[in-house]
């Protein structure tokens, strides 16, 4: 098995070679995993909720909608931010127990020092000081999209409550083995459309137009 990962876009085929995979996961399924997934898994690994903890999602799109499964079953109260209604009813089938639209005025603090963790999937600019006010005591704000501009950090931000700022890429080898074995075992797998490898133009032109849900997989139809 080999896969071929670019942006939302997985290529998968079969030459005898790669991970073995838990029989209780499809090929197809599994490409975006190596990628996407072990990127949003990570955080969990590296800071370990507890199952009482509440955990924000930021983004409902190609790492988001793998994140919101992951933090689901590891039995945490999973928190949706999004600022696309369209969005919220599918957040909810995902796992998420609540949806919050961060265009709407005063939405942030509804939820001011609830949260224990937040997972940004996100590389748009962000609230950073609203979303530290989310933040329960010692919570962790921990970002895995790649925003390339500056973040706005106020010092008293981090210093009231203690807390903290995170990053991660993706995962090593005995990462990725526990995230396959957590999907086995839960049923997770991202969404995705799949693609002939002929057909590889249209799937980059559909991936170009913003129409990904939420994963695209290139299948080879070559012998």
């Known amino acids: 098995m080999w896969v071929a990962m670019v942006d939302s876009l997985t290529?998968?085929?079969?030459?005898?070679?790669?991970?073995?995979?838990?029989?209780?996961?499809?090929?197809?399924?599994?490409?975006p995993l190596l990628c996407g997934?072990?990127?949003?898994?990570?955080?969990?690994?590296?800071?370990?909720?507890?199952?009482?903890?509440?955990?924000?999602?930021?983004?409902?799109?190609g790492l988001g909608h793998m994140a919101l499964q992951f933090a689901n079953k590891w039995g945490c109260e999973v928190h949706a931010f999004t600022t696309s209604q369209t969005k919220e009813a599918e957040a909810l089938k995902l796992g998420t127990h609540y949806v919050h639209?961060?265009?709407?005025?005063?939405?942030?603090?509804?939820?001011?020092?609830s949260l224990d963790l937040i997972i940004s999937t996100i590389n748009v600019p962000m609230d950073i000081p609203g979303l530290l006010e989310t933040l329960a005591p010692k919570g962790i704000l921990h970002v895995v999209g790649a925003v390339l501009e500056p973040m706005l950090i106020r010092a008293f931000g981090l210093i009231l409550g203690q807390k903290s700022i995170a990053g991660s890429p993706g995962g090593n080898p005995t990462a990725i083995d526990r995230m396959l074995a957590f999907c086995a075992r839960h049923s997770i797998a991202p969404v995705t459309e799949t693609f002939p490898m002929s057909k590889v133009n249209d799937a980059l032109e559909h991936l170009r137009a913003g129409k990904a849900r939420y994963r695209i997989v290139l299948v080879n139809d070559h012998s």
């Open 11 to 31: 290529v998968c085929g079969s030459n005898g070679h790669g991970p073995v995979l838990p029989d209780a996961l499809d090929l197809v399924k599994t490409g």
């Open 37 to 61: 997934g072990i990127t949003v898994f990570s955080p969990l690994l590296l800071h370990n909720p507890p199952s009482t903890a509440r955990v924000g999602i930021i983004g409902i799109g």
């Open 101 to 113: 639209n961060t265009r709407r005025h005063g939405e942030l603090k509804k939820i001011a020092a």
